[in-house]
């Protein structure tokens, strides 16, 4: 079982920046590709980025250029820095893994509300 806690979420104004953190609890972290989704009110979850073991990093059209995701092996920690924020960032951030080796269980975190003021 992994358990991942999200944090950094919070309300900002339309071009400001925030940047969300997700710990994981367990060593495997390495073997986990990572991600970030959100889900807007009325709207289905939506991928925003993910990151592989080897730090392959995959982004949503809507936020390449201004997203950045990485990750700490080390630390069992992955980012999402978030700049030139808009108020259609506006959602729920969830902090997803996946592991890669059997039995390929997936996990989610609780979510972290990400508000961007017009």
């Known amino acids: 079982q992994v358990q991942l806690v999200e944090s950094g979420g919070g309300l900002v104004q339309a071009g400001g920046s925030l940047r969300l953190s997700c710990a994981a609890s367990?060593?495997?972290?390495?073997?986990?590709?990572m991600g970030w989704y959100r889900q807007a009110p009325g709207k289905q979850r939506e991928l925003v980025a993910t990151?592989?073991?080897?730090?392959?990093?995959n982004y949503a059209d809507s936020v390449k250029g201004r997203f950045t995701i990485s990750r700490d092996n080390a630390k069992n920690l992955m980012l999402l820095q978030m700049n030139s924020l808009k108020p259609e960032d506006t959602a729920v951030y969830y902090c997803h893994a996946l592991l890669t080796l059997p039995p390929w269980s997936d996990y989610w975190g609780q979510g972290t509300q990400v508000t961007v003021s017009s």
């Open positions: 367990r060593s495997i972290f390495s073997r986990l590709t």
């Open positions: 990151i592989t073991s080897g730090s392959t990093t």
